[in-house]
């Protein structure tokens, strides 16, 4: 029997990617967004997560065995991400509700679970790293909390099991995304190749020097595939990293040699991208313009406040995997190799030069 999949988010980094995976394996796959783009193997759903009424609606005729849940709405205050996005899993899953057909749900958050929310980002006390899924909540407001809460809550009402996923920084393609660090470096080494401005680590010596990981969307997708269909997985939280560490005074290099500039010297000081891209909008509008390029709106392509976030922070962040591991998912991706993809892929859709 074919296996049917929901993808709340189906055009983001990680709903995409996990798109791509469910469709090469067979599986009937519908995708949710207030404004569906046309995706391969993907049968759209337009609907407002915050719109009860929408909701029904547009899924009155769509019958899940698996509903992937990877979007959300940044609001002002964790108060008001704590409500909204809250909100969006709640009425999403009670308009699956009566139909009975949902099987399983995996909910994708990330390490904000032990990090906390922006407005305390790597602040106070913190668990110790490399995290571990057996690490407790953080005694604070947090969106990740209140969306587990409403799976957890749907799951004991309608019987599916659930997965909870928790990546890192996220290395995917995705064109109007909230948080995009591959695709922002990639418009920033692009706009340094042409202009000639120095290649500059936007962050933090914590970050420069201390070892860090990521999560390739690829990866993140195959992990969401094997946890809602083995059995061992059901009803558990995973950390979800490529596998490999790596520092940032290596990494930056890497990238400046992909596309073809020097890095410039770190001195220890932080020179956030907020602050180094504030006046990019016109010159990447030019740059795209003379060579062709197929976005030239630099908003729809880059997030420098959630790139300074991650390279501002003052510890070390690492991710344990083991509990993956011991239940059989034992895939590996080198982040260097997730980001020249991207960065290849970028290329041949014309985002970058």
Known sequence: MTKKALIVGASGIVGSATAKVLGDEGWQVWGLARKPQQQENVTPVAADLLDPASLASALSGVAPSHVFISSWLRQPTEAENIRVNSAMVRNLLDALSPAGSVQHVALVTGLKHYLGPFEAYGKGALPQTPFREEQGRLDIDNFYYAQEDEVFAAAARDGFT???????TIVG????????MGTT???YASICKQTGRPFRFPGVGMQWDGLTDMTDAALLARHLLWASTTPAAANQGFNVVNGDVFRWKWMWSRIAEWFGIEPAPFDGTARPLEQQMAGDAAIWREIAERLGLAEPDIDRLVSPWHTDADLGRPIEVVT????SRRLGFLDYQPTDDAFYALFEQLRADRLIP
């Not at 344990?320 to 509990?323: F, G, Y």
Request: glycine residues 4%; charged residues 20%; positive net charge.
């Open 173 to 180: 393609k995705a064109v109007g995304n909230a948080m995009n």
């Open 162 to 168: 659930w997965s909870i996923h928790r990546p890192h």
């Open 320 to 323: 344990d995997m083991s509990k």
């Open 185 to 187: 470096l990639a418009v």
